[in-house]
């Protein structure tokens, strides 16, 4: 028979974790993972106080402890049961509210429950012996991984947000553009004081992320002052709500002028000079005295007005048309009437300037800029046109433009620098003058006109009989010109004559007398240079003497000396006859003839043929007659 000692390993490791369970199960071992939490129910025990359902000292019912992850005993099964919850994950780029389902009540002057510290609602102990109250949180849940008891707390994540009354789009993180501002409304805090629009600003909130902190500060509910620039906000949609409005930008050439309905206490910075208005410093209620300049703002348009002032010229026009900026698109042609009765009807033009410092002044003064055009700008250009009208009559008052431009440009100016603006200029356009008399006025000028005609005419044709007599008697008169002509051009001549013969006498003159200076000259001129050729051709003489005689003496003394090298080398009549056959030579004389005639035997026929075999034109006939030797040669 097989004792227990002699089991096969297989059967020892079944016995093994048999024995485990059994283990397991008679001290009630509970094992947690990484990923999940163990909620603790404990069937017996005292029973909770009224109005609780979380469990903190002992009491029978859900407890607030949670298991961690890990080996847990003994939890008799028959006293505890241990439900195995996943943790609570926020993804990223998302928030999750908290609803506490336990807790002290929320006080009726708040809405949400107060944030209280337990790490992130992991310490549900701390939560409840802190006085954590019951119902929805200021305090939220960012990405990340967290073990919350689901007993106590509720969490509202992006995919359960329609089960509580909000849009998934409410629990990701908030984001505002760069062109974009968010205008905030708490939906907790403290009421807005009586007379304010909205909730001052306050500290410490991290730009409304901490509403614990916000409330503890004084922050009230409804509108606030403050805005929301752009970036990335963890935001409580059950704290505040956000509207993006787009930023208010100021054109070049314009200011804007602030009037804050919200800020610190009133207080008039403008001075005792400025006694139609008030200015206030950038913060206050009121119209700031800096205005804003050209470019985007993060303004709270809600709480605050933005009045564009333009600081370029602004041309204002009474008249049909209108300006772009459309400032004078109520105004219309000035209707005056003039001493005489008459009225008319003139278009007006007025150029003004306001300066960025003065924009802010304007406003207060008079609000905005088409209460400047409407009830200062009308009234005053208006009434001086109608004022100075009645002084004079229309004809007067069209005569006078210039005159009555300029006044009108001093009154205005002078008007509307109370109200710290500057008039450029002002002009007079169109005139509009009444018809019945322009028309007795063209029926009188037309009348002029023709008179004026009639009387050019006559004297035009009084012109032309004078003219006619004046060119008969000058046609008689032609003749009688032309020989006083003649008479007169006779004269001339003899007198030029009379010159010319005179300039003929002292040009002979001059000419005889510049004759003989230059005979003169010209002769001591010749005599000197003959005198000089003479000088010259004897040195030249001279000189050439010389260089001969040096030439024949060094050509007799080479040819001395070369005959007597000869005559030493030959001998003298050696040498002699060498001398004589050169010279001979040099002169080109033949001594043997070219054709030479026999006695007796030849012919000219023989000579032609001799010469024909010489090629030469004219041969040399040597007669066989004695001859008689010449130049030492002898008779051949």
Same mark, same amino acid.
């Given at each position: 028979?097989?004792?227990?000692?002699?089991?096969?390993?297989? !059967?020892?490791?079944?016995?093994?974790?048999?024995?485990? /369970?059994?283990?397991?199960?008679?001290?009630?071992?509970?094992?947690?993972?990484?990923?999940?939490?163990?909620?603790?129910?404990?069937?017996?025990?005292?029973?909770?106080?009224?109005?609780?359902?979380?469990?903190?000292?002992?009491?029978?019912?859900?407890?607030?402890?949670?298991?961690?992850?890990?080996?847990?005993?003994?939890?008799?099964?028959?006293?505890?049961?241990?439900?195995?919850?996943?943790?609570?994950?926020?993804?990223?780029?998302?928030?999750?509210?908290?609803? !506490?389902?336990?807790?002290?009540?929320?006080?009726?002057?708040?809405?949400?429950?107060?944030?209280?510290?337990?790490?992130?609602?992991?310490?549900?102990?701390?939560?409840?012996?802190?006085?954590?109250?019951?119902?929805?949180?200021? +305090?939220?849940?960012?990405? +990340?991984?967290?073990?919350?008891?689901?007993?106590?707390?509720?969490?509202?994540?992006?995919?359960?947000?329609?089960?509580?009354?909000?849009?998934?789009?409410?629990?990701?993180?908030?984001?505002?553009?760069?062109?974009?501002?968010?205008?905030?409304?708490?939906?907790?805090?403290?009421?807005?004081?009586?007379?304010?629009?909205?909730?001052?600003?306050?500290?410490?909130?991290?730009?409304?992320?901490?509403?614990?902190?916000?409330?503890?500060?004084?922050?009230?509910?409804?509108?606030?002052?403050? %805005?929301?620039?752009?970036?990335?906000?963890?935001?409580?949609?059950?704290?505040?709500?956000?509207?993006?409005?787009?930023?208010?930008?100021?054109?070049? =050439?314009?200011?804007?002028? %602030?009037?804050?309905?919200?800020?610190?206490?009133?207080?008039?910075?403008?001075?005792?000079?400025?006694?139609?208005?008030?200015?206030?410093?950038?913060?206050?209620?009121?119209?700031?005295?800096?205005?804003?300049?050209?470019?985007?703002?993060?303004?709270?348009?809600?709480?605050?007005?933005?009045?564009?002032?333009?600081?370029?010229?602004?041309?204002?026009?009474?008249?049909?048309?209108?300006?772009?900026?459309?400032?004078?698109?109520? /105004?219309?042609?000035?209707?005056?009437?003039?001493?005489?009765?008459?009225?008319?009807?003139?278009?007006?033009?007025?150029?003004?300037?306001?300066?960025?410092?003065?924009?802010?002044?304007?406003?207060?003064?008079? =609000?905005?800029?088409?209460?400047?055009?409407?009830?200062?700008?009308?009234?005053?250009? =208006?009434?001086?046109?109608?004022?100075?009208?009645?002084?004079?009559?229309?004809?007067?008052?069209?005569?006078?433009?210039?005159?009555?431009?300029?006044?009108?440009?001093?009154?205005?100016?002078?008007?509307?620098?109370?109200?710290?603006?500057?008039?450029?200029?002002?002009?007079?356009?169109?005139?509009?003058?009444?018809?019945?008399?322009?028309?007795?006025?063209?029926?009188?000028?037309?009348?002029?006109?023709?008179?004026?005609?009639?009387?050019?005419?006559?004297?035009?044709?009084?012109?032309?009989?004078?003219?006619?007599?004046?060119?008969?008697? !000058?046609?008689?008169?032609?003749?009688?010109?032309?020989?006083?002509?003649?008479?007169?051009?006779?004269?001339?001549?003899?007198?030029?004559?009379?010159? !010319?013969?005179?300039?003929?006498?002292?040009?002979?003159?001059?000419?005889?007398?510049?004759?003989?200076?230059?005979?003169?000259?010209?002769?001591?001129?010749?005599?000197?240079?003959?005198?000089?050729?003479?000088?010259?051709?004897?040195?030249?003489?001279?000189?050439?003497?010389?260089?001969?005689?040096?030439?024949?003496?060094?050509?007799?003394?080479?040819?001395?000396?070369?005959?007597?090298?000869?005559?030493?080398?030959? +001998?003298?009549?050696?040498?002699?006859?060498?001398?004589?056959?050169?010279?001979?030579?040099?002169?080109?004389?033949?001594?043997?003839?070219?054709?030479?005639?026999?006695?007796?035997?030849?012919?000219?026929?023989?000579?032609?043929?001799?010469?024909?075999?010489?090629?030469?034109?004219?041969?040399?006939?040597?007669?066989?007659?004695?001859?008689?030797?010449?130049?030492?040669?002898?008779?051949?």
């Amino acid at each position: 028979m097989m004792t227990i000692l002699h089991l096969p390993l297989f !059967a020892w490791i079944a016995l093994g974790t048999a024995a485990l /369970l059994l283990f397991c199960i008679a001290f009630g071992v509970v094992v947690i993972s990484e990923q999940e939490s163990g909620l603790v129910i404990k069937r017996y025990g005292r029973a909770l106080p009224a109005g609780r359902i979380i469990a903190i000292e002992g009491e029978a019912g859900y407890q607030a402890q949670m298991l961690p992850p890990g080996w847990h005993f003994p939890l008799w099964s028959w006293k505890y049961k241990v439900r195995k919850v996943p943790l609570v994950e926020v993804a990223p780029g998302q928030i999750s509210l908290v609803v !506490a389902k336990d807790g002290a009540a929320i006080p009726t002057e708040r809405v949400l429950a107060r944030e209280i510290e337990c790490d992130n609602f992991q310490d549900a102990v701390r939560f409840l012996n802190e006085g954590g109250e019951k119902g929805r949180q200021l +305090g939220m849940l960012t990405a +990340g991984k967290y073990r919350i008891n689901p007993a106590l707390f509720d969490i509202v994540t992006a995919q359960r947000a329609q089960q509580f009354g909000l849009s998934p789009e409410q629990l990701f993180v908030f984001r505002v553009p760069a062109d974009r501002v968010g205008i905030i409304t708490a939906l907790d805090g403290r009421p807005i004081p009586s007379g304010d629009l909205a909730g001052p600003a306050v500290q410490g909130h991290d730009s409304f992320q901490r509403a614990q902190a916000f409330i503890e500060a004084g922050g009230c509910r409804g509108l606030q002052e403050e %805005v929301l620039l752009s970036g990335a906000w963890n935001l409580n949609p059950w704290f505040v709500s956000v509207e993006l409005i787009p930023l208010t930008e100021i054109p070049i =050439g314009y200011v804007g002028v %602030v009037v804050s309905y919200v800020g610190g206490e009133h207080v008039d910075v403008s001075g005792d000079g400025f006694s139609h208005g008030d200015l206030v410093e950038r913060g206050r209620k009121g119209v700031w005295v800096e205005p804003l300049l050209p470019g985007k703002h993060p303004v709270n348009t809600r709480a605050m007005k933005i009045e564009l002032v333009p600081t370029t010229n602004i041309v204002l026009n009474w008249a049909s048309r209108s300006e772009s900026h459309h400032y004078d698109q109520g /105004l219309d042609s000035i209707t005056v009437r003039s001493r005489d009765g008459f009225s008319f009807d003139l278009d007006v033009a007025t150029i003004i300037h306001i300066g960025m410092k003065n924009a802010p002044r304007v406003i207060s003064r008079v =609000g905005s800029m088409q209460n400047l055009v409407d009830h200062v700008l009308q009234p005053t250009v =208006g009434n001086y046109f109608r004022n100075s009208a009645q002084e004079v009559t229309v004809l007067e008052f069209l005569s006078a433009r210039s005159a009555r431009q300029r006044e009108a440009y001093l009154h205005i100016r002078a008007a509307v620098a109370a109200y710290d603006v500057d008039c450029i200029d002002c002009l007079i356009g169109d005139i509009t003058p009444p018809e019945e008399l322009m028309k007795t006025q063209t029926d009188k000028k037309i009348a002029d006109e023709l008179q004026r005609t009639y009387d050019a005419q006559r004297e035009a044709q009084m012109r032309r009989q004078q003219l006619e007599r004046e060119t008969a008697a !000058a046609n008689m008169q032609a003749e009688v010109v032309r020989s006083e002509q003649q008479v007169r051009i006779q004269e001339m001549v003899a007198e030029a004559r009379v010159a !010319a013969a005179k300039g003929e006498a002292e040009a002979a003159k001059v000419r005889a007398q510049a004759d003989a200076e230059v005979q003169r000259v010209s002769a001591a001129a010749t005599a000197d240079a003959l005198r000089l050729q003479a000088d010259a051709d004897a040195d030249a003489t001279r000189v050439r003497g010389d260089a001969n005689a040096h030439a024949e003496r060094a050509r007799g003394e080479a040819a001395a000396a070369t005959y007597k090298a000869g005559i030493d080398a030959l +001998g003298e009549q050696s040498y002699t006859a060498v001398q004589l056959a050169s010279i001979v030579g040099s002169a080109g004389l033949k001594l043997v003839p070219d054709v030479v005639l026999g006695e007796g035997r030849s012919n000219l026929a023989d000579v032609l043929l001799a010469k024909m075999a010489t090629n030469k034109e004219a041969p040399a006939i040597i007669h066989s007659a004695p001859l008689t030797p010449t130049n030492g040669v002898s008779k051949t």
